[in-house]
Every structure is written in C-alpha cells, then in structure tokens.
C-alpha cells in the first residue's frame, strides 16, 4: 500500500471501531428496553407499551446489521469491489428500512381491530407509565451519543441508527400519553396510541428505504456540492474547461469521475500533473 492508501485503510478502521462500540452500547440498551416493556406492557396491560417494545426489539435487529455492515464497509478495494466495501451500508440502511416497514404494519394492523373491538381493548396499570417514561430517557441519551459519533465520523447508517433511537423516543412519549388517558378514563387511547407508533416507525422506515435507494441508483450529490466541485476545478491553473462531471455516493464517501480539457500544448506528464492537481484541490475543498 501507498501513503494515501494506508491512511485510507486507517480511517476505516477507526470507523468501524467507533460505530461497532457506539452499536454494542445500543443493543445492550435495547434489548433491556425490550424486555421491560413487553413485559411490563402484558403485565400492566398496555397494548401500546408493547408495541413500543417490539419497536425496541427491532432496534435491536437493526444494531446487529449495523454491526455487521460496519465490518464488511472497513475493507479497502480489491479485485472483486475495486471501488471499496461502502455499500454495506447502503444494504444494511435498506435492510433495516424493510424490518421497520414489517414491524410498522403488524402494529398497526393488530391494534386496529382492537380499537373496532371494544371489548378486546386493554386497560393498562400504572407501571406502563414508569416504563414509558424509562424508555424516553434512555432512547434520548441513545440518540444524542450516537448522532455525535455518526457526525464526526460521517456516517449516514449511523446517523440513520439514530434517529431510529430519537423515534423510539418519541414513540414512547405517545405511548405515556395513550397509557395517561386511558387511565383517565378514554379507553381507546392506548390503542390508538399504539396506531401513532406504528405510523411513526412507518415514517421513519419510509425515509431510510428512499434515501438508501437513492444511492444505489446512482444518484448525484446535491446542486450546491455537484457546483462546488465544478469552481474548485475550474480554477486549478492549467484547466482550459470542465468536460464532464459525474458524482454519486458510496457510504460515506462521496466519488466523482471528472474529465478537464488542458491546452493542446501540453505534454503527456504536464497534464497529468494538472489531473492531480484538480484530485488534491476538489479532496481540499468539499467535505
């Protein structure tokens, strides 16, 4: 290996082993959440609670694809992936997109017909509260470690794996209101509240299926990114004009093929010295 491709290989490693402990601290809270809840949902008769539990549960699922993705994306290039292992994340993203969009729809589904069944309708005790109100706690602080490590090591698997905690959050925090009103006497609350949930992990299932597909067709950075590179490029001394630009993401790498035109009087090394020039200005300039 060269020096760059040595530092490379360092900054996935150091990736994975960030993401890989921040993931490790994330399964073992949910799957302590997930016992608790369903639980403690069954016992106190919250249909809601339970489903926030099964969420967690899924969480759960989420954090081992996670884990596994993140192995496989710290590989470098090699003969059979020559532009590196960065879509396991991608798979790993969509994965997860289709566990939560499963795990969204039985919830729904089985609460809908208790809500059209009055006498199926659960009345829920008041440890629900308690563990509902455990579980914002937790899933909040979750959230805010995992999106300062996702950040700093821009990851967008890891970030998504957060949000999936701050909605885990949220859900939580409907299931409190469901369980808080049916013990006030509304007695389809709780279902409702778990519908609630069920279109939250929908939502959240929704945008992390798009996204994910989005870079598995390809599709371009953003304008103000994809226009970025253009100036820095253009204004490398040596460049006549920009003749192609194709950009695309790869994980947490952002690849771009660029084509410039130099004078024709250039030599064969003079230009080449140009090429690198625009890799190492547009590798300084865009993130």
Same mark, same amino acid.
């Given at each position: 290996?060269?020096?760059?491709?040595?530092?490379?290989?360092?900054?996935?490693?150091?990736?994975?082993?960030?993401?890989?402990?921040?993931?490790?601290?994330?399964?073992?809270?949910?799957?302590?959440?997930?016992?608790?809840?369903?639980?403690?949902?069954?016992?106190?008769?919250?249909?809601?609670?339970?489903?926030?539990?099964?969420?967690?549960?899924?969480?759960?699922?989420?954090?081992?694809?996670?884990?596994?993705?993140?192995?496989?994306?710290?590989?470098?290039?090699?003969?059979?992936?020559?532009?590196?292992?960065?879509?396991?994340?991608?798979?790993?993203?969509?994965?997860?997109?289709?566990?939560?969009?499963?795990?969204?729809?039985?919830?729904?589904?089985?609460?809908?017909?208790?809500?059209?069944? /009055?006498?199926?309708?659960?009345?829920?005790?008041?440890?629900?509260?308690?563990?509902?109100?455990?579980?914002?706690?937790?899933?909040?602080?979750?959230?805010?470690?995992?999106?300062?490590?996702?950040?700093?090591?821009?990851?967008?698997?890891?970030?998504?794996?957060?949000?999936?905690?701050?909605?885990? /959050?949220?859900?939580?925090?409907?299931?409190?209101?469901?369980?808080?009103?049916?013990?006030?006497?509304?007695?389809?609350?709780?279902?409702? /509240?778990?519908?609630?949930?069920?279109?939250?992990?929908?939502?959240? /299932?929704?945008?992390?299926?798009?996204?994910?597909?989005?870079?598995?067709?390809?599709?371009?950075?953003?304008?103000?990114?994809?226009?970025?590179?253009?100036?820095?490029?253009?204004?490398?001394?040596?460049?006549?004009?920009?003749?192609?630009?194709?950009?695309?993401?790869?994980?947490?790498?952002?690849?771009?093929?660029?084509?410039?035109?130099?004078?024709?009087?250039?030599?064969?090394?003079?230009?080449?010295?140009?090429?690198?020039?625009?890799?190492?200005?547009?590798?300084?300039?865009?993130?």
């Amino acid at each position: 290996m060269n020096p760059e491709q040595l530092v490379q290989q360092d900054i996935r490693t150091a990736r994975r082993r960030a993401t890989q402990r921040v993931t490790l601290v994330g399964a073992v809270v949910n799957l302590l959440l997930s016992v608790v809840k369903i639980a403690v949902g069954y016992w106190a008769r919250s249909q809601a609670l339970i489903a926030d539990g099964i969420h967690s549960l899924s969480d759960l699922g989420s954090d081992l694809l996670i884990w596994w993705a993140a192995h496989h994306a710290a590989q470098g290039p090699d003969a059979e992936h020559p532009y590196g292992h960065g879509r396991y994340e991608t798979a790993a993203t969509l994965g997860l997109s289709a566990i939560l969009g499963l795990v969204a729809g039985g919830i729904i589904f089985d609460a809908a017909e208790r809500l059209l069944d /009055a006498e199926r309708l659960w009345q829920p005790a008041v440890p629900a509260l308690y563990a509902a109100l455990a579980s914002v706690l937790a899933k909040e602080a979750l959230y805010w470690y995992t999106i300062v490590v996702a950040r700093r090591i821009r990851s967008g698997m890891l970030k998504a794996n957060a949000w999936h905690h701050r909605s885990d /959050a949220i859900s939580s925090v409907v299931v409190l209101i469901g369980v808080g009103g049916t013990l006030l006497g509304y007695s389809w609350l709780d279902a409702a /509240a778990a519908i609630v949930v069920g279109l939250m992990i929908a939502k959240v /299932a929704w945008d992390l299926g798009w996204s994910a597909m989005q870079e598995l067709v390809d599709t371009a950075l953003e304008e103000e990114k994809v226009a970025q590179i253009r100036q820095v490029t253009e204004a490398v001394h040596g460049v006549r004009s920009l003749h192609m630009l194709r950009t695309r993401r790869q994980g947490h790498e952002a690849l771009a093929d660029v084509h410039v035109l130099v004078e024709p009087w250039v030599s064969v090394s003079e230009g080449h010295m140009i090429s690198i020039a625009v890799e190492q200005a547009i590798k300084n300039a865009v993130d």
